[in-house]
């Protein structure tokens, strides 16, 4: 007789695949003869402590594929951040409803959640198994290569940096662009790839793993507009002193911030338009534009990773069969074999749980204004197998006549 029955909830920002692991984890579920039932939790974990569940096993296969193709988050998402009554009372949950396989698909916060919830239920007695689906475009997550939503967003910021850098080579000026990224640089490094030639941009990559010091920025930016008359930035938006303060909080007159009391760093467009005001009023440029990516890089419909895709949905069939198998609980792990492969290994909640990864020293250059060749090496197989290229005219010139 069947007996097990899943809750799958998705939390956090959403991103262009994590619908391939929700459906990841209906399809794997549904060849066990064990599994009982798959319900999903509208809008993360406040659907479960409100009980607003959906049956996935009345969704027909056709539909299904069709939603794991679709961007941003299927069942809804939320940024609640549980307590332990919170937990405590997600656990009554589950209980009253006989649920004994819990995922939750998120980012640092959400496998502190699913942290939580297992210890409780330990405490309770109750038999769940709790597990753990990575996501988040910050690729942030320790105890992982990658994570999945990230080489989706850094393939859409190559591919506009790819645009930028051409569009500004046509009518030369200084472009800056902000990019998600408050502790981690990884999203923002991305835009490196849209390099092909040594004179593309962008010139200059600012990452948060790095103090960042105005005068030197300016400096960076007069010698390479110097060198080829324009200049193609990207600045991620948690760029800070050497205090560790919001560069935000250095230049605006007035800062937002959060329900979590956090600096609202590139959601207005700000910092953008204060590095742009930098740069005319200190080195006289006149043409300098700026843009905030914002949640453009997200959930941007017909710019995915194939390989992004098909880990995502892994990550979500591994989970079940982690769980299924007997694991009490974790948190699904993407680790890099070769080059390029991966595999998937269950590591423990406490691993990942509440921590930030950020990018490794390797990663960043000396100048602490741009990325290694081994950064190169590590995103280019992520980005996916069909990645634009950018082509130029030689430029043949034409003898002037009377010359």
């Known amino acids: 007789m069947p007996s097990s029955k899943i809750l799958v909830a998705q939390g956090g920002g959403p991103t262009a695949v994590i619908n391939q692991s929700l459906v990841g984890v209906v399809m794997e579920a549904r060849k066990h003869a064990n599994v009982a039932a798959v319900y999903g939790a509208a809008h993360g974990v406040r659907g479960i402590v409100n009980q607003d569940f959906v049956d996935l096993g009345q969704e027909t296969q056709a539909n299904l594929e069709a939603v794991a193709a679709t961007p941003s988050s299927a069942l809804g998402s939320t940024r609640d951040k549980p307590d332990l009554k919170y937990c405590q009372d997600i656990l009554k949950v589950l209980q009253a409803h006989a649920i004994d396989r819990f995922f939750y698909i998120g980012g640092n916060d959400s496998s502190d959640t699913v942290r939580i919830v297992a210890e409780e239920a330990r405490k309770a007695g109750h038999p769940l198994h709790c597990v753990h689906i990575p996501k988040t475009i910050d690729n942030d997550l320790v105890g992982n290569d990658h994570t999945p939503g990230y080489p989706s967003a850094a393939r859409f910021v190559a591919q506009a940096f790819m645009g930028a850098n051409l569009d500004n080579a046509s009518l030369p000026g200084v472009y800056c662009a ?14 490196a790839l849209a390099k092909r030639l040594p004179h593309d941009g962008p010139h200059l990559i600012y990452l948060p793993e790095r103090t960042f010091k105005v005068d030197q920025f300016l400096a960076d930016v007069k010698a390479v507009y110097g060198k080829y008359g324009r200049c193609v930035i990207a600045v991620s938006e948690g760029i800070h002193d050497e205090k560790g303060d919001a560069i935000m909080t250095k230049l605006a007159k007035t800062v937002e911030r959060d329900a979590h009391g956090n600096v609202q760093l590139s959601g ?129 010139k034409v003898l002037k006549i009377g010359a």
């Open 178 to 191: 902000v990019i998600m990224g408050r502790h981690a640089g990884f999203l923002t490094a991305a835009s």
């Open 268 to 396: 207005t467009g700000a910092l953008a338009d204060l590095l742009c005001e930098e740069i005319k009023s200190k080195l006289g440029i006149s043409r300098v534009r700026g843009d905030t990516f914002g949640y453009l890089q997200r959930s941007f419909a017909g710019c995915v990773s194939d390989v992004d895709q098909r880990e995502a949905r892994e990550v979500g069939e591994r989970a079940v069969q982690f769980a299924l198998s007997g694991h009490a609980e974790g948190s699904v792990s993407i680790k890099r074999i070769g080059d390029y492969a991966v595999d998937y290994q269950l590591v423990p909640l406490t691993t990942v749980a509440a921590k930030t990864r950020v990018m490794e020293d390797e990663f960043i250059n000396a100048e602490d204004n741009g990325v290694t060749a081994a950064f190169h090496h590590y995103l280019r197989p992520l980005l996916g197998t069909d990645l634009p290229t950018a082509a130029q005219l030689r430029m043949s």
